[in-house]
């Protein structure tokens, strides 16, 4: 451009032998697809859709390596999960036509700075939880072997047999002797796998038992060490199970230590937002506490525990702990902690025994932990856990941070213990800024032959008496749709009653692509998202999918403010009507479409050159020099044309 040489150099490409599928043809695979622009992005898709349905033969892991080390990372980023080729061609043709599937996962990166792994404590387990990773994922397999040959010296049972019976208990045994230690031995497994694609955590948080978890995750705890801590918490549990009572309360923590004082036997055992705490201790001052809530209109929710943990029962098993524990086994940290006790980072030799004593009956300050988080750095949250627990209150946390475009995901659900869930998890970090090493879930021989870059072409080239040349790609002109600017500011644009068509169009698509629904299913819009299937961790997902589809920020209690799909679709046609004021860059899209139409009159190209003119370009604001004449471009020379193209970049 501009006269500028061009230049390219050619040498022998390598040597290449005819790739070999590396994994059996029902193995799930990720392909990540790039562009600049949205419209790019759609446009890629399209493409290797069409290439994929006339090469069906085609290798989908020798693919999925391909594209995630063979072309550049851009910032418009979609990822599709398949097995089969056909799989893929589907979902690549419902990006391209900007179709919601479960499979699919686009959005813009923007550059991330430390990733926190966070471990919850109990309620994140599920009967046979991961099994099927232990056939399928040789890495995760190696540490769940490697964490149940650490536990066996403390159990009389096996931790990987146990996950291959895929019971939810053991004859004549408590749920905490054996859902606590499966649970560790999981976590550590899913540790494995994140770090199999590239993702490490630079500091990790644990919440109540989790905290172990993350001691390992930090290299302070070796899998023996942290194995026997286990063994002898879930040892020792076991015998106050039946004792107590717990309860969530949709209260600040300040206002349930005021409720706290009219009971007796009742602390605070965790503190997961603002407004949301749990309490825990005797049964009684639980029920009446509950009352007390209720009559004052303030949620409150008994929960279905075994035993009051953070409470004054576990005072009872304080010495024996204590002495089991003895002395811990500490190593240097390999990334930062911090903990949950103490809301603050600590320091290796700060886990000592007397440590994991009060992480069983001190309060989880999550939510104070999360927040150290943030302010440390962290923007990338990874809940490592079979079925997300705590996605939620870290969502909430995140929203009334300083730092609100964080991003967080969980790493397997509740019956979704499968690669394919995993990979739609990496997806959701990947799309986000997160470097994922795609070719490890895919490893192959040799790349294969792909679509290359659509690239767009734009005419730069001023003789002041065209309007400005429209956009064209390498594969022909733009589809008739394609739009590259926000979503928001589409929707807005529209008139008020189709607006609100629109958006309910993509509220209902979102409901059926979370439910799993057809379009031939019935789906009633004023029916509660309770009542039509939506539970936490879905409800959560729809709203971020409904954040992505319209540009806005949504609130991570959007579900429970508006509970049906009516009242959503009514909420964000609200929002949509606040955001319809354009910005600088929208007006700026708006002259260039109207530039694009036909011919600009001379006195339309006066003002736009007077506007130029007039710009300080370091500063983008009003020039305090006086404008110059206005320009004829016609007899203008070289330097003088350049100079307003050079204004019109630093705008």
Known sequence: MSGTNAHIILEQAPETTTPVPSQPDDTASGWLVTANTEVALRRQARGLAEHVRTHPEIDVASAATTLATGRARL????????????????GLAAL?????????????????????????????????????????????????????????????????????????????????????????????????????????????????QGEVAAACAAGILSLEEGARIVAVRSRLLARLVGRGAMASLALPRERAEVMLRAVTGVDIATVNGTEAVVVSGDADGIEALIAACEAEGIRAKRLNAELAGHSPVIDAVAEEMRSELGEVALKPAVAKMISTVTGEQVRAEELDGAHWFRNLREPVLFHTAASAALADGCDVFVEVSPHPVLVGPLTKTIETSASPDAVVTGTLRRDEGDVVRFLQSAAELEVSGVRVDWSASAPTGAPVALPTYDFERRRFWLDGTVALPTVTSVSGAAKAGDDDGTPAASLAALPQDERLDAVRALVRAQVRTVLRLEETDDLDVESPLKELGFESVSAVDLTKRLGKATGLRLSSTLAFEYPTPEEISAHICGLLGKAATPGVSVLLDQLESALLEGQAGEETLTRVRRLLAGVDPTTGSASEEPVEQDLDLDAASDDELFDIVDVGRNL
Do not use: K
Request: hydrophobic residues 45%; negative net charge; proline residues 6%.
């Open 75 to 90: 910032a418009r980023r979609a990822v599709v999960i398949g097995r089969t080729a056909e799989e893929f061609a589907q």
């Open 96 to 208: 391209a036509d900007d179709a919601p599937t479960l499979t699919t996962t686009h959005g813009t990166a923007r550059p991330r700075n430390q990733v926190a792994f966070v471990y919850p404590g109990h309620g994140s387990q599920w009967a046979g939880m991961a099994a099927t990773l232990l056939d399928s994922v040789p890495v995760f397999a190696d540490t769940v072997h490697r964490c149940a040959q650490a536990l066996a010296p403390h159990l009389d049972w096996d931790v990987v047999e146990f996950l291959r019976s895929g019971e939810g208990s053991l004859p004549g045994r408590t749920n905490v002797e054996f859902d606590q230690p499966t649970l560790w031995a999981v976590m550590m497994g899913l540790t494995a796998l994140w770090e199999s694609v590239g993702v490490s955590p630079d500091l990790v948080i644990g919440h109540s």
